[in-house]
C-alpha cells in the first residue's frame, strides 16, 4: 500500500511538467461569421513565452494582414489587424509555455459584408 501512495504523490507531482501552452479560448471563436474585429485575443492554457510565441492573419490568399505586432503577454496573444475585407480569415498561431514544447493550430473565421 505505501508503494501506491509514493507512486500516485509522483505521478501527481509530475503532472504540470507534461502541460502545454494549448488554446482554450479564442475571440473571435472558431468558425464564427462576425464583423470586421478591431482586436483577435487568444487565450492559453499557461502563461507564454513570447519570444517564441507568436500568431499570423492570413487572408484567403495566404496574405500576411496581421498589422501591429502581435502583443504576447502572460496567457494571451492579440492581433490588431485593421479593417478587414469581407471573407474568409486565418489566425495561425504558435505557442511555447515555460516547459519549452512548441504547439501550433489555427482558427478560422468570415467576416461578413
Known sequence: ???LSCA???????????ANAHLTKSSPVNGAKIKSPHHIALTFSEALEPA???ALLL?????NLTGEPV??????????PGPL??????VSWH???????RL???IQFTVRP
Open 59 to 63: 487572408d484567403a490568399d495566404g496574405r
Open 95 to 101: 505557442s511555447v509555455g515555460h516547459e519549452g514544447k
Open 71 to 80: 502583443k504576447v503577454s502572460g496567457r494571451m496573444m492579440t492581433l490588431s
Open 1 to 3: 500500500m505505501k508503494i
Open 52 to 54: 517564441f510565441s507568436g
Open 104 to 106: 501550433e493550430g489555427r
Open 85 to 90: 475585407d469581407p471573407g474568409p480569415y486565418t
Open 8 to 18: 500516485a504523490a509522483f505521478c501527481l507531482a509530475a503532472t504540470p511538467a507534461f
